[in-house]
Every structure is written in C-alpha cells, then in structure tokens.
C-alpha cells in the first residue's frame, strides 16, 4: 500500500510561484509513475504531469515549461512547482501514485489564483 499526504497549497497572485509537495509512505519504490492532476467544481479531473521511476517526466500542454516536477527520493517527496501562475490554474490540485498493485489518491491541496 502507499500512502499520500499532500501539503503547500494556497492564495497567490497571477504571475508568482508555488510548490506544492506529496510526501508518500508504504511501498513508495513501487511507485511508477507518480502523477499529478486538478480539478475545479463541475469539471473532470485533469492530467497536469508526471514523473516515472527513473526520472523521465511528461506534462499537459497547458503547464508544459511552467510546472516543473521533481523529487526528493531521501524525504520521499514528490514536488509540483508552479510557475507564474494564472487564475485559470486555480483549481484543488492532486497527486496520484500508481503501482503494479494499485493506485492511491492524494487528499488534495487548493491552489486559489488571484487576477
């Protein structure tokens, strides 16, 4: 099993920065890929980026060169930095980790863009 614990959502201004982090516990090497998506109220969740096992990531084309993902393997954190922000970025933000066993949810974090 893994576990995911989500933390660093928050208010910014369009044109900053945030980081939002997902600390996994459990069978963490087992995590490929670990992925991140959004949601606002009355939408479908939707793919933002994601970081397989040995580092290789891919991203929607909507963040592509904004939202960077990278990990600390030693703290077991995944990161989702967010970079000159929009308020259309505005949504609750996930990570989703996948293994050959099963897949786990993060509890969500809320990212609030204001223009």
């Known amino acids: 099993q893994v576990q995911l614990v989500e933390s660093g959502g928050g208010l910014v201004q369009a044109g900053e920065s945030l980081r939002i982090s997902c600390t996994a516990s459990g069978s963490v090497a087992s995590i490929n890929p670990m992925a991140w998506y959004r949601q606002v109220p009355g939408k479908e969740r939707e793919f933002v980026g994601r970081?397989?096992?040995?580092?290789?990531?891919d991203y929607s084309d909507l963040v592509r060169g904004r939202f960077p993902i990278s990990r600390n393997r030693a703290r077991n954190q995944y990161y989702l930095q967010m970079n000159n922000l929009k308020p259309e970025d505005t949504a609750v933000y996930y990570c989703?980790?996948?293994?050959?066993?099963?897949?786990?949810w993060g509890q969500g974090t809320q990212v609030t863009v204001s223009s």
């Open positions: 989703y980790a996948v293994t050959p066993w099963h897949n786990t």
């Open positions: 970081m397989n096992a040995n580092g290789g990531t």
